[in-house]
């Protein structure tokens, strides 16, 4: 059964840093390109960032474009988004993504809250 | 960047209803458009892939077409399960864009 169980949100000031894991289990990880996707309060979905299987290549949303690093360790079968510089405008459910092909989504982690505030 | 506009944004409607959900994509993405439910509070969940592929486990009442700039999202016959929010997405190009989302309301 696939699972994936994020962890690491919480309340920052604004200028902050979070570092958000999520924990994958029930596929071969590095086969899979993974992604962020979060979702303000009372409002859509937005992609963030994605990440190819082997790590080798990234993707950002312009929103988070030098301010956020999208990584995994394969040997973990963890991924990570180191977020720096934070915003109130980064207040969102952050939930993480596994890609079947091509960029849909077939696989999502039950999200963490950020909050950005001070 | 591809736009994803979706209509209508609430949609009030019974059970047993025939419902569609419109999807526009600003430019051409061909068939690489998928379709999520949401529900309050939970995760999203896939239902349709490459515009009109069922995901495994889905109820045949929910069905997606078209292709190009035009989506549409139909569900047969409107169950209580399925009142929820519904997403389209399209993969064609970076950055990934979803629709702003269809509120499915019971009437």
Known sequence: EVQLVESGGGLVQPGGSLRLSCAASGFTFSSYAMSW????????LEWVSSISGSGGSTDYADSGKGRFTISRDNSKNTLY?????LRAEDTAVHYCA??????WYDFWGQGTPVTVSS | DIQMTQ????????VGDRVTITCR????????LAWYQQK??????????????????VPSRFSGSGSGTEFILTISSL???DFATYYCQQYNSYPLTFGGGTKVEIK
């Open chain 1, 37 to 44: 996707v979060r979702q303000a309060p009372g409002k859509g």
């Open chain 1, 81 to 85: 988004l180191q977020m720096n510089s």
């Open chain 1, 98 to 103: 596994k890609s079947r092909s091509g960029g």
């Open chain 2, 7 to 14: 209509s209508p944004s609430t949609l009030s409607a019974s």
């Open chain 2, 25 to 32: 994509a600003s430019q051409s993405i061909s068939s690489w």
């Open chain 2, 40 to 57: 309050a509070g939970k995760a999203p969940k896939v239902l349709i892939y490459k515009a009109s592929s069922l995901e495994s486990g």
């Open chain 2, 79 to 81: 169950q209580p399960d």
